[in-house]
């Protein structure tokens, strides 16, 4: 018997609304590199979604390269960016930033997050150094809405950060490869266009969010928007045939679908925390969105990886790991009430 | 009325049987990253099909990001690659393998190519100068099957190039972008084992021949497979969800499709050749495969483009513009018809 | 009245030998790049005093860029440095490492050393990960010696590290911008030879022992040898008239004269130390040699700052700084008099 | 015998009056990094030698340093430098701009020097290209005075490509390696302040010129000023001992001695240059400066190598070879007569 994945958010394909135009459009004669009708279109849609007409919208493949790219297009050689020590661009990308050469200035996290206190420390202990040109100079700040850890920054957070950004004249990009789960959650208290007002520039997840891969940037301060076609060109990111991001794209952010997946995740994550929970079991962070990061025994574990494949994300002590249940658009109701009868006799 | 469009191939989405496949998984729960079943599976036909049972096989999404991952896998920071001065690597990549440390040492081309003495000569005026380290030394060739024009390198020349790399213990990199329409051109003396076993490295490309996107990269030197997954990751070439790569090309390596579709290109493109030299124009480069590249008067290149796309490949004089016409995989015969029509009213 | 200072131990020009020996020499005729034969006799001398007539041996100008040339010189561009987080790479040369396209692996510092078990659990944690090419590969270990903080690894320390380096197949690299200091410290249980071969690269410093510039970089792994030349050269190290780097060197690698500068600059800082520990002043890190840390109450810190320059090293409290005091070859015994002299009527 | 070197500009040490000043002046305590007293001081005697009040002035140890130090400080990752096919970042610096990230976009040179047409056409043809973010942007422009082989631009040549430049709204940047043999050329027509005014930043050489090592990086335009020392410092250039670099350029800006120094050396190549020409061999470029080019026969070339050593530039065919004779500051008569004595019985 297959086991049933709860490993990541890109287990499946895509919605089947996409297949569908993807289909129809297949024989339509477009020009490349991003420049079709259908791009035009979706890049319309997500500044209206934005409430943001004057942003610059841009499609890359996936989230090391938008991260690389948007990093790439924004410091000068000899800054760096900050970010929390468990922030994807600091740990799970081979380099991906310092390969463009850059130093990723990592700040202690806590459930995922970093503080503009923090930020504002960073700051303030460069320019206060004799000859500061003999460090690293911090100039942006990356952060991601949900966390690597599934957690959300408040409204009043981010706020707090993007005040920070301000007052030193650096940029804040938020890495949204999850930006649907995070806006859809319970706990959300902040809406996308807040979140576009608030970023420097930011992307909207597509891979991990219903299609079958593409990240839409969108770049609001006008200051960062100069070139930044060179900038996809040069990292590889400039897809030939651009049309299938703005196609993709088009589904999704027409009809609500773009929330409506992710609700549906959040939804089937949410029980799955419930039944762990009554269960005894310990959250390592308390996520409100489609991650779930529990302590579990090692034998309970081993016995759940019998009929369901999970993520290993920590070892705790000899007894006892830190393991993400994951769902997605995709996650089927009667695998997750599977799951959770398995739960419920461990 | 709409354009037709001969401007490129990758004007439309991709062959029928791919998308058709596509929907038949979508809902599979696959691993991530190129580790599934289908990228496994498609591995298998390659290696088959290059008769290269023991070679490293990679899926990629597009070329520029190919040529910098494979250059960069394979070059240490003081050296160069030898390609030619039309090589894409030269010119259309902004810069890619110099953003990734490395010069293009580019030699004048004829037709896009460049032949074994040539190398020989800059391996040995390198090694030959007091004090090498003076300048970037040469570590490996790109050339391009078909090249850049079109045109085919002879297996004597392929041959050649290979042994001259293989005295100076240097790697031959073949970029396939356009591997089929080389493959199935009439005038092809090569079969694809036989290149497999020139070259080093090469890819089988995918995003123009028939493919939403992708590019198989075929590592035959076992020299050059270390690690080659941290390069990929590294430059964002890592698609979360491999899947996709791989059935792609388990549909383009089943049943001759992929030169099938080649062959298809070859044959409109010589289509158009016939009645452009019928009508008494000059061919720029003599191309067997299906990019066409003609010199045309402006007056006559204006009156075509009132209902065809081409592509403006450069000016010749004041009066005359080299253009090129491209056919694909998805060119209608019926709107080859079309344009002989037009070509014939000139 | 001028300040007299013990701010750093590069304040002065150089050992009078060395002015003396370059005006002897100064009309001679070089050939440059360090092909010359005072280049040849320094490094001569410098194999024979590491007992490694194999070794190779190279001279930079500077430390910042001696590191940024053996890392670059060892590492592809996918791996990282193992290194402390007080590390001279990790924090003061404004991000050269990542320049050069490489994270630093910051690993917690206890004094400003880093322990063998550190290392290896670095190393287990990578290739224990499920998808190890999601992040940096840790391909070598900097460490420094004497460190930043004045302390010294004893030769049991040096030689668990280089076990944990030899089993997994990684190079070991040492800082010795202040080799000297550390050589000649009463608290060292290391010579150069024993040093040389724990190491399979490491320089010993000149701009911080004596001659106006200089660090000669030995490489004894001769698997690390080839092109080096190519690096330095690319990495702008390459100096016109590499003379003046032989002739500086042969100067101390002569009549002791290297390690007689270091006694003289380590007896100078003891006698800081004792006088301040006699006072009651706390030490920051307990350092045998040129540099001594102290905490210093801030009004003692403001008084002391009338008559000498200090550097100040970190923040404690409000009312509490981190003090560097710096001695070196050139620091005269009656300054460090008038020093302890003001210490005492503190 | 000894042979006699007129092999290239930095065979010998330095000017006497610089080493004079190295020897009263090391015993000083000076702070590091550039920012001592003399450093200022040496600023201001350049600033008022260019009559350029508002410059900022910074010094690098090195050539291959300066150029990549600046040209990396000005252009963004996809950004390329125009220069001649035969400048010295294009060929003899091991690609070290292309290790920064950057193409050099070279044009074809004639008698060393590019024109203003050459690179009116290169920006035109990038822009006027669909797509022009598929090619490297050129975005500066890179000329030597005098160039590689000992040439002038003249200055209606010099203000017609500043003009470009600033129609184009790039930076013009001036190696000025051997910058004083060029101004003191009896062929020179421009002065120091009114190329200082044509270029954005350019450097007054120091280690071909006189000094043990050294270039003074002029930056005239504001916006190229920002954070430069922070560049300095990743690229390795920052010395830590200064102050040798600011003693050195007090003395060659002091009493006219830079261009008494270049004024020498410049006498003595032309006394070779009529030696050569008397004797009826051809001049492969037209130097006014202190290097000659000269055509000779092999066997020539052989009997002169027995009592001088020579700069071997280039195989012209079989039986000639372009040799360069090179001279300096510190050139002496009696040597030059000795030359000119052999060449005459030739």
Not at 2 to 7: A, D, G, M, P
Not at 59 to 86: C, E, K, M
């Amino acid at each position: 018997m297959e086991k049933i994945q709860f490993q990541c958010d890109y287990n499946e394909g895509c919605a089947p609304q996409i297949l569908q135009r993807l289909s129809e459009t297949n024989l339509e004669q477009n020009i490349g590199y991003g420049e079709d009708p259908h791009c035009e279109h979706a890049r319309e849609l997500i500044r209206k979604a934005c409430e943001a007409s004057e942003a610059d919208v841009h499609f890359l493949v996936g989230g090391t390269q938008a991260n690389a790219t948007i990093i790439s297009s924004i410091l000068r050689p000899y800054q760096g960016v900050i970010a929390a020590t468990t922030g994807h661009i600091a740990i799970h990308e081979t380099g991906a930033i310092e390969h463009g050469g850059h130093k990723v200035l990592a700040q202690p996290a806590t459930n995922g997050k970093i503080q503009a206190e923090q930020i504002k420390q960073c700051l303030q202990n460069h320019y206060s150094e004799d000859g500061p040109e003999h460090a690293v100079q911090p100039a942006m700040v990356y952060i991601s809405y949900p966390t690597e850890y599934g957690t959300l920054y408040s409204k009043q957070e981010l706020k707090d950060i993007h005040n920070v950004c301000l007052q030193h004249h650096i940029p804040l990009f938020i890495d949204g490869a999850r930006l649907g789960y995070g806006l859809a959650s319970k706990e959300s208290d902040i809406t996308l266009p807040e979140l576009a007002k608030l970023a420097d520039v930011f992307y909207v997840g597509g891979t991990k969010q219903g299609a079958l891969f593409g990240e839409a940037v969108v770049i609001t301060n006008p200051a960062l928007k100069k070139d930044f076609r060179y900038f996809i060109k040069q990292g590889g990111g400039m897809l030939a045939k651009g049309r299938l991001l703005g196609i993709q794209y088009e589904e999704l952010m027409q009809n609500d679908l773009y929330l409506t997946l992710a609700r549906h995740a959040n939804e089937q994550a949410e029980r799955i925390q419930k039944a762990l929970l009554q269960k005894g079991y310990k959250m390592a962070v308390p996520s409100p969105t489609n991650q779930q990061f529990f302590v579990l025994p090692n034998d309970d574990l081993k016995r759940l990886e019998e009929k369901y494949v999970l993520s290993v994300w920590d070892r705790v002590d000899t007894d006892h790991t830190i393991v993400r249940f994951c769902t997605s658009w995709a996650t089927k109701k009667e695998n997750v009430d599977k799951l959770i009868d398995t739960i419920n006799r461990l």
